[in-house]
């Protein structure tokens, strides 16, 4: 009994074990600033990765193009941030966080609309094949990178802070930034609502049971085809929210800056399990702590750390830290 409990809580407990390892090799106030920025930027990465993560898991289907919906979410900030700069420059906190309250509900409703014409026309026939949705998915990505030049234009269009996000805190001797804090919270908001919403509520039960068994689900009088329809869009919608705040993280935003991503976001999902938003949050604070210690400790090793953890990460568990069936 106790090899198997250990075995259940051994991936919760690399994260940790991972900082208190780094805690001895460099001064606390660097570790903390370290540490809470590595914790926001997996969190950055869990807000793009979870919607691609819940939309594998609930309805096998690659998407390729999820970039492409990173950088729609982006872009629609670029627009609304720009309409309301006057909020977004103002020395006021509640008028910063409505503009960019504003930004991010605009973005998910963009991308919830964009989910469900890109799941009607382009993912709906090609449900079962793998290799099909990677190949249209994929094409879509460069169709939509190309009607974004269209529509932004080819350059870098800036994104700068809301004005109450650009300080920093200092806890202790350690500085940390305002904007990180933000992300932190933000991310975990979002995870222990897709945690409820699969868990503890009616939906979500159908949502799994009809995984499992479609046919029966349907039977019972569930139109389970359309609900997975409205994930699809959620997944695409939670997306656009990634993006936004990933542009404010890097306060600039291209055609390709969900593409950019699509590969650490993958890393993101087989560290974690594909199809587990468990697995998906723990991998992206793996990936966000790892890249932040190695490029303080071993700045040479800072290109490669994401995938020698993952590499890692698969030699000791192939399916990853938290198999799909763990929700």
Known sequence: MIPARLSVLAPYAVAPLLALAALGSMPSATWVTLSVAGLATGMLLFLMAAGLTLIFGLMD????????????????AVSVLGALGGWAAADSIGLNFAALG????????????????????????????????????????????????????????????????????????????????LCLALGLAVAAAMHLALNATRVGLIVRAGVENLEMVEALGYRVRRLFVAVFAAGTALAALGGVMWALYQEQVTSRTGSDLIVLLFIVLIVGGLGSVGGCFLGAVLVGLVANYTAFLFPELALGSNILLMVLILLWRPRGLLPVAKW
């Open 102 to 181: 504003i930004a991010i509900a605009a973005a998910m409703a963009a991308g919830f609309a964009a989910g469900i014409v890109f799941e009607r026309a382009i993912v709906r026939p090609v449900y079962g094949s793998h290799l099909r949705q990677i190949l249209i998915t994929v094409g879509g990505l460069i169709v939509a990178e190309q009607l974004f030049v269209v529509v932004w234009g080819p350059d870098a269009l800036p994104l700068p802070k809301p004005a109450s996000l650009r300080g920093h805190a200092m806890l202790g001797a350690a500085t940390i930034e305002n904007y990180r804090l």
């Open 61 to 76: 289907v690659l998407n390729f193009a999820h970039g492409a919906f990173v950088t729609l979410g982006a872009y629609i």
